[in-house]
């Protein structure tokens, strides 16, 4: 195992090196650039990202960054080159793009991120002041779906093709077929305020009065803030998982040893929980980390921005917009590492659930 470890652990240098120079070569054609972007703010042409957003979507966006491009480039035309030269060797565009690559490659294998181009804090600070938004929509999300998707799955295969596996079916996949921002706005609509009940509020992660809050009631309050958010993102998850439960189990039920445990005179309890559980829920388990990274990072900018939620998708977006380039690959680089960590992390939690299985014995 230690010799599989070593090689998964190798292999992530070239991945992530391919990943960075791919994201880099993109951004060296991308319309607009930092150094654009403050000579449109100094010439009255910078429009900010969240009036790009609000303007028509991603094409009405990508065209806007365009147009503001094209018009810095114009109003360039009355600054001091001096000046702009100075704004190009302050973003470090004075070097030649392969420089400026393997310059920061150098810096981001010894965890230096630098500072964000727009506000005047470090690219960790700035991630870390938005994490805990992160990690609760990640972490709560992972656990929510696993409690209920797993029990759910369970009893629908040993339900199977009964009306109470019919019905769950229709209700889990259609509520994986509504987006979750969707969903969400239907959440706003009946239950913060919108038209209807006002029970849940619609902004961040806890009250205005939070600190002067006992730890109960500050547990409540954070429960309460999250309540909406969670319900929005959760309604998809459950899908996935309920389904991949279920299909475990009826894939072990069928199988020649259940049928063998069953005529030694095994009640059903026994033959589940004894023999049936642990080879199904295989797959359920080792899958654990990759939910969780799969929560933390891919499934709530939507969310984060309809609930005012101050996370890393939205840093991450809004970054791209306004050309941030050290929190774009900073957080792309750190995204990459962990996700490549966990996948690591689920192979290993493949042999602690199931001994027999040896990763060495095979080719990665």
Not at 115 to 125: A, H, T
Not at 145 to 150: A, H, N, P, Q, R
Not at 156 to 174: E, H, Q
Not at 234 to 262: C, H, P
Request: charged letters at 15%; a negative charge; glycine letters at 8%.
């Amino acid at each position: 195992m230690l010799t599989y470890i070593i090689r998964r652990t190798l292999l992530m240098i070239p991945t992530i090196l391919g990943i960075m120079l791919i994201s880099f070569l993109v951004v060296q054609f991308a319309p607009g650039g930092p150094v654009e972007r403050v000579i449109a703010q100094l010439t009255g042409n910078d429009v900010s990202a969240t009036q790009r957003v609000s303007g028509g979507g991603a094409d009405a966006a990508q065209s806007t960054a365009a147009e503001a491009a094209n018009s810095a480039y114009r109003g360039a035309q009355g600054l001091d080159p001096q000046f702009i030269a100075q704004l190009e060797k302050q973003f470090g565009f004075d070097k030649p793009a392969h420089e400026r690559f393997l310059l920061m490659i150098w810096n981001y294998a010894r965890f230096d991120f630098g500072k964000s181009y727009f506000r005047d804090v470090s690219v960790l600070q700035l991630i870390g002041e938005k994490l805990p938004v992160s990690i609760s929509l990640g972490l709560w999300l992972t656990l929510l779906t696993y409690l209920v998707s797993i029990p759910l799955g369970i009893h629908k295969a040993m339900k199977d093709g009964s009306r109470f596996d019919v019905w769950t079916s229709a209700i889990i996949i259609v509520g994986y077929a509504i987006p979750g921002f969707l969903f969400a706005i239907l959440l706003i609509v009946l239950f913060a305020g919108g038209s209807f009940l006002d029970w849940f509020p619609l902004r961040g992660l806890w009250s205005d009065n939070w600190a002067e809050l006992s730890l109960g009631q500050k547990i409540l309050d954070y429960l309460w803030h999250l309540a909406l958010p969670l319900t929005a993102m959760a309604l998809g998850a459950f899908a996935t998982m309920t389904l991949l439960t279920k299909n475990s189990f009826l894939d072990e039920i069928r199988k020649q040893y259940v049928m063998t445990a069953r005529a030694k005179g095994l009640d059903e309890g026994q033959v589940l929980y004894g023999h049936v559980f642990r080879n199904a829920m295989l797959i359920v388990i080792a899958g654990f980390p990759g939910a969780f990274v799969h929560a933390f990072f891919t499934g709530s900018l939507l969310i984060e921005t309809i609930f005012s939620l101050d996370g890393l998708g939205l840093l991450a977006f809004e970054s791209v917009l306004n050309r941030d380039y050290p929190v774009v690959f900073a957080t792309l680089f750190i995204f990459s590492l962990v996700g490549l960590v966990v996948n690591l992390i689920s192979d290993l939690m493949y042999t602690w659930v199931d001994p027999r299985i040896d990763f060495e014995a095979r080719e990665v």
